[in-house]
């Protein structure tokens, strides 16, 4: 089986697609707009085996969030982003690990 068979991409704005999607996945990996990312969590809870793992991308936000960061620009984000770890932290049915990386990472 080739990629092509097992890979399938989505043009557009993820709050209109995510919805329509019905399949399960064992993975995913959210990196969006940061003031979206309880919307995600959402979408992602829903479509995620059993056993999936749900990855998200600098959810710490250059620090903001854990600080008193509260520039206009980016106060939507870093709430958004803290009602996310709190949603993360608080749901039962979630193992959360909070890891402080760099960027430039790699997995096998």
């Keep these: 089986m080739e990629l092509e068979d097992k890979i399938n991409i ?4 993820a709050v209109e697609i995510l919805p329509t ?3 399960k996945y ?3 990996f959210i990196d969006a707009a940061k003031g979206k990312y309880p919307f995600f969590l959402t979408q992602a809870l829903r479509l995620i085996n059993e056993s999936g793992i749900i990855f998200a991308d600098n959810i710490l936000y250059k620090g903001y969030v854990m600080s008193d960061y509260n520039k206009h620009k980016q106060r939507t984000a870093v709430r958004n982003l803290r009602e996310y770890i709190k949603q993360i932290n608080e749901n039962p049915n979630l193992e959360t690990e909070i890891l ?3 960027r430039w990472i790699s997995y096998k």
């Design 26 to 28: 064992d993975m995913i």
């Design 10 to 13: 989505y043009e557009g704005d």
């Design 100 to 102: 402080e990386v760099r």
């Design 21 to 23: 999607l019905n399949k």
